[in-house]
């Protein structure tokens, strides 16, 4: 760990933010809406502000992309993409699950402002856990200074996966129907409300997939890192190679990819997918497939 050269640096700045965080959620904040229905709190604009002056102070000459506001310094060889409060709905609500975000992408010269460069490095914090995730290009993926890897769950019926719905425009959105078909032949699917959270756990093992519509950088830069270093896939649903605007990903341990594909892939398409497989037929293929491991 202490080779490390940015998420050292990045996780004392989210340790810091986090406890600010913490100190704010304790205290009770007020809340605003910076839209028709997204919501906005003081200590969303406070941890924001607190990451941009130490990350300026640590990385003068990088980038700063960051949810509330902050574009600095966007042609820079390095941007940091920051969620200084992912899980704001949950914040306000006083739900406990809520984290820190920061992800650094390398970007090569002459790269467009909207072009994605390589994630080099990202950092989730949770300051209710004290849960520390990081992840460097080529190091690994950790959790509290322990490495992590994905799950090793097989099929999709033994699988826990994550979604989340978009807070706006709701019932315009097809993921409800995903999220009935996923959960009817699955462990079951989890909504905790922090995207960043979800990716996080996929690349430790307590979630085996996760898939959203429609999110932005700040929300997946470092999951995606974390998940690819801890052995894991994230692609677009087709299997696609993803892209920070995040129209869709689809994060899974690997082994579980193909199956979470055909689902996509035959509803999109409008087809019906195969029947639910039976209790007895869920035993079935587990056992032979434990056979199988022998």
């Given at each position: 760990?202490?080779?490390?050269v940015?998420?050292?640096i990045?996780?004392?700045?989210?340790?810091?933010?986090?406890?600010?965080?913490?100190?704010?959620?304790?205290?009770?904040?007020?809340?605003?809406?910076?839209?028709?229905?997204d919501?906005?709190?003081e200590?969303d604009?406070?941890?924001?502000?607190?990451?941009?002056?130490?990350?300026?102070?640590?990385?003068?000459?990088?980038?700063?992309?960051?949810?509330?506001?902050?574009?600095?310094?966007?042609?820079?060889?390095?941007?940091?993409?920051?969620?200084p409060?992912?899980?704001t709905?949950?914040?306000?609500?006083?739900?406990?699950?809520?984290?820190?975000?920061?992800?650094?992408?390398?970007?090569?010269?002459?790269?467009?402002?909207?072009?994605?460069?390589?994630?080099?490095?990202?950092v989730?914090?949770?300051?209710?856990r004290?849960e520390?995730?990081?992840?460097?290009?080529?190091?690994?993926?950790?959790?509290?200074?322990?490495?992590?890897h994905?799950?090793?769950a097989k099929q999709?019926?033994?699988?826990?996966?994550?979604?989340?719905?978009?807070?706006?425009?709701r019932?315009?959105?097809?993921?409800?129907?995903?999220?009935?078909?996923?959960?009817l032949?699955?462990?079951?699917v989890?909504r905790a409300?922090s995207?960043?959270?979800d990716?996080?756990?996929?690349?430790c093992?307590?979630?085996?997939?996760?898939w959203?519509?429609?999110?932005?950088?700040?929300?997946?830069?470092?999951?995606?890192?974390?998940v690819?270093?801890?052995?894991g896939?994230?692609?677009h649903?087709?299997?696609?190679k993803?892209?920070?605007?995040?129209?869709?990903?689809?994060?899974?341990?690997?082994?579980?990819f193909?199956?979470?594909?055909?689902?996509?892939?035959?509803?999109?398409?409008?087809?019906d997918?195969?029947?639910?497989?039976?209790?007895?037929?869920?035993?079935?293929?587990?056992?032979?497939?434990?056979g199988?491991?022998?």
């Amino acid at each position: 760990m202490s080779e490390f050269v940015f998420v050292g640096i990045a996780s004392e700045i989210a340790r810091e933010a986090g406890a600010l965080l913490k100190d704010f959620y304790e205290k009770g904040v007020k809340t605003e809406y910076k839209g028709d229905v997204d919501l906005v709190t003081e200590a969303d604009r406070a941890s924001e502000a607190l990451i941009k002056r130490r990350l300026a102070e640590a990385f003068p000459e990088h980038g700063i992309y960051g949810e509330e506001g902050t574009r600095e310094r966007m042609s820079g060889e390095y941007r940091w993409y920051v969620d200084p409060l992912d899980g704001t709905t949950n914040f306000a609500h006083g739900f406990p699950v809520f984290c820190v975000v920061l992800g650094l992408e390398l970007r090569a010269p002459g790269l467009a402002d909207d072009e994605d460069g390589e994630m080099v490095a990202g950092v989730i914090y949770d300051p209710l856990r004290d849960e520390l995730f990081v992840a460097e290009r080529g190091r690994g993926a950790w959790l509290n200074e322990r490495q992590i890897h994905v799950s090793k769950a097989k099929q999709l019926q033994e699988a826990l996966t994550a979604t989340g719905f978009p807070s706006q425009k709701r019932h315009k959105s097809p993921n409800v129907h995903f999220y009935q078909e996923i959960t009817l032949r699955s462990h079951g699917v989890r909504r905790a409300g922090s995207a960043a959270l979800d990716l996080a756990y996929v690349a430790c093992g307590r979630l085996d997939g996760y898939w959203e519509f429609n999110l932005n950088p700040w929300d997946t830069s470092a999951g995606y890192l974390l998940v690819e270093e801890a052995g894991g896939t994230v692609t677009h649903f087709d299997g696609g190679k993803f892209t920070l605007d995040s129209r869709e990903v689809l994060a899974t341990n690997g082994l579980i990819f193909e199956e979470l594909k055909t689902v996509f892939e035959t509803m999109f398409a409008g087809n019906d997918l195969e029947r639910i497989p039976t209790p007895a037929e869920f035993r079935a293929r587990r056992e032979a497939d434990e056979g199988l491991a022998l």
